[in-house]
């Protein structure tokens, strides 16, 4: 089993859009990254991305697991936050360059819930597995060993001012999110649970 790490490569890989509850206006930040939302009325939502380049993984390789690595910028206890995890169904994906370029980006069949617990500053937070989101788009026909993708975490129905603050890339290229992947070659994507599980803890 192989494992890949990838962080954040440079600004404007990273950031958010600010919508109202529609979805249908708003603004982008490329400096900072916000999860939730916020308002008096929990109207304003935050969706954010991540693009991950080089990612040297060749195509219908199985992912085993894959999770995104945070650290809180600011403490944040609003209860309670809510995301779905997301990936651009593309191959070789790049950051919007508007909020209007965010929405229409088209999204993985598969995503992985995810409420981030309460935030401690300068703590680390990883978010469940989001390896199937990461297979559907190893799997698309155009993928190619080397491209970049784009993780989409979407604010799904939290309570009104939630927002959680994480690192990002322009507040500092150390502490910002990184993806950890482990993955087999596609010729290993027939193996039963046991022999995955002995890759696991060998």
Avoid at 67 to 90: F, H, N, P, Q, W
Wanted: hydrophobic residues 40%; aromatic residues 10%.
């Amino acid at each position: 089993m192989a494992t890949l790490i990838r962080h954040i490569p440079y600004n404007n890989a990273d950031g958010h859009v600010q919508s109202n509850s529609s979805r249908v206006s708003g603004n982008i930040q490329f400096t900072f990254i916000q999860l939730g939302r916020s308002g008096p009325t929990g109207n304003l939502l935050r969706d954010s991305w991540l693009q991950f380049t080089d990612i040297a993984i060749p195509r219908a390789a199985k992912i085993i697991s894959a999770v995104i690595t945070y650290k809180a910028r600011l403490s944040d206890s609003g209860a309670t936050c809510r995301m779905r995890i997301y990936g651009e169904a593309t191959a070789n994906a790049t950051f919007p360059g508007t909020w209007a370029d965010y929405h229409p980006k088209p999204k993985t069949t598969a995503y992985t819930p995810w409420n981030p617990p309460a935030f401690v500053a300068e703590t680390e937070y990883t978010t469940p597995n989001i390896g199937a989101v990461v297979q559907e788009i190893i799997d698309l026909p155009a993928w190619v060993s080397g491209y970049s993708l784009v993780i989409l975490p979407w604010e799904n129905g939290g309570n009104s001012n939630t927002l959680r603050n994480p690192y990002d890339y322009f507040q500092d290229p150390a502490k910002a999110p990184f993806i950890t992947i482990d993955w087999v070659p596609a010729g290993m994507r027939g193996l039963g649970s046991g022999a995955m599980a002995e890759l696991m803890l060998g």
